[in-house]
């Protein structure tokens, strides 16, 4: 993937988390890679689509309202890191 098909995969990952639980956990095959891996502000760091799920599946339950801004992104080569709230 080019840094500009990133650039513009990224927000779309956040749009589409944004519209809630069963939105979310569904468009993640389709907007992540098989070797997708999430850094969590935590700390915690997330392999893999099957675990990426589950973990989102139980944070939205915590928080149904949750809703992701994107302040800054960075996207060099095929990897993005970007801060939000």
Not at 17 to 44: M, Y
Not at 71 to 81: C, L, R, S
Request: hydrophobic content about 40%.
């Amino acid at each position: 993937m080019s840094a500009k098909d990133l650039k513009a995969l990224v927000p779309r990952f956040f749009e589409e988390h944004n519209k809630g639980k069963a939105v979310a956990v569904a468009v993640i095959d389709e907007l992540c890679a098989t070797d997708f891996v999430w850094h969590c502000g935590t700390g915690e760091v997330i392999h893999g689509l099957k675990d990426y799920k589950q973990s989102q599946s139980e944070f939205y339950s915590a928080f149904p309202d949750l809703h992701f801004t994107v302040n800054d992104m960075v996207v060099e080569g095929d990897k993005a890191a970007c801060t939000g709230h």
